[in-house]
């Protein structure tokens, strides 16, 4: 049997013009630019990683910026509605205001006691702030557009949206450990935590009758958990295998070595390592500052710089300051 996991690695989605997604990360959300390379499975594209100063697992959401005419996506059943980070609940009316200086409709609610900002980045991809006391893995930027005291201190938690939470439901009791904390009374959302606890330990489940999602800008395209190790993530391929699943081999990701399964409500879930880390290959101080490239694609680094989009990197500076 696998151990539990922690909870939450990373987050991929996929974005249009990787300007535009870049600004908003930094300038808006004061997320750092941690790493700039490429789609392993698609060198043609980029991939960006946002998170704390080091990139510490369960602070990053990644993307894909498809700029030259990708399809757009259409949320439905089977994908990732929200992604939420933390922020002290001293910091919500810090960040309403924030996000409303820069244009963003913004929806305040309460939810299983916690105040919770609603709001969507320019792509459409649904994000939310949680008011959460706790400590945080999450390690200030120093050099970033939001003081140290109001920054997102990594992930709470996902929304899944699924035609059906049962199967779900039980990949996550039975496989990755989590345990059944909360539902609302309408039974029309169900959180769960994982047993191991810690910082973005919660995934919620809520039922969608939207249909099938398509998978698109706009959309998140996987969602990963924390594996110790890859001893560890043997044990999971094998945990998902006698739960009928049919994990992926171990894939070599450079930052930490991957699995991926597909569940039965059509989310793409990963078992991503914590280590190497993003120091792999450069030192914390030059994180984001130029391409990254694997060793394997190194011989064609000419070829792939000509043919991704320009892109100056991030304004760290957002609309509103």
Request: no cysteine.
């Amino acid at each position: 049997m696998a151990p539990d996991t922690p909870g939450l690695h990373h987050v991929t989605a996929i974005a249009g013009d990787p300007q535009r997604n870049a600004d908003f990360y930094v300038g808006t959300l004061g997320l750092r630019f941690v790493k700039k390379t490429v789609n392993h499975d698609d060198p043609g594209t980029y991939h960006f990683y946002f998170g704390d100063e080091e990139g510490t697992p369960g602070t990053n959401i990644t993307f894909f910026p498809w700029a030259d005419g990708g399809r757009s996506g259409q949320f439905g059943a089977g994908q990732t509605k929200t992604t939420a980070y933390r922020v002290p609940p001293e910091s919500v009316d810090y960040w309403l205001e924030r996000l409303e200086s820069n244009g963003i409709d913004v929806e305040r609610e309460e939810r299983f006691g916690e105040t919770v900002l609603r709001f969507t980045d320019p792509d459409g991809i649904g994000l939310e702030l949680i008011a959460a006391d706790g400590e945080s893995d999450a390690t200030p930027w120093d050099g970033g557009p939001v003081p140290t005291d109001h920054q997102l201190r990594g992930f709470h938690s996902v929304t899944l949206a699924l035609e059906s939470v049962d199967a779900t439901a039980d990949v996550l009791t039975e496989v990755l450990g989590y345990e059944l904390e909360a539902e609302t009374e309408d039974g029309g959302r169900r959180r769960y935590r994982s047993a191991a606890g810690g910082p973005g330990s919660i995934v919620d489940l809520v039922e969608s009758d939207a249909g099938r999602g398509r998978m698109g800008v706009g959309t998140v395209h996987h969602v990963a958990f924390e594996a110790q190790s890859v001893e560890e993530q043997q044990e999971w391929r094998e945990a998902f295998a006698d739960h009928g699943l049919s994990p992926t081999e171990v894939i070599d990701r450079t930052y930490f070595q991957s699995i991926y399964v597909r569940e039965p409500g059509g989310v793409l879930f990963e078992m991503a390592t914590i280590e190497p880390g993003f120091t792999a290959d450069e030192d914390v101080e030059e994180l984001g500052s130029s391409l990254a490239l694997p060793e394997w694609l190194e011989d064609e680094r000419e070829r792939i710089e000509a043919q991704l989009s320009p892109f100056e990197g991030p304004s760290v500076e957002s609309s509103g300051d």
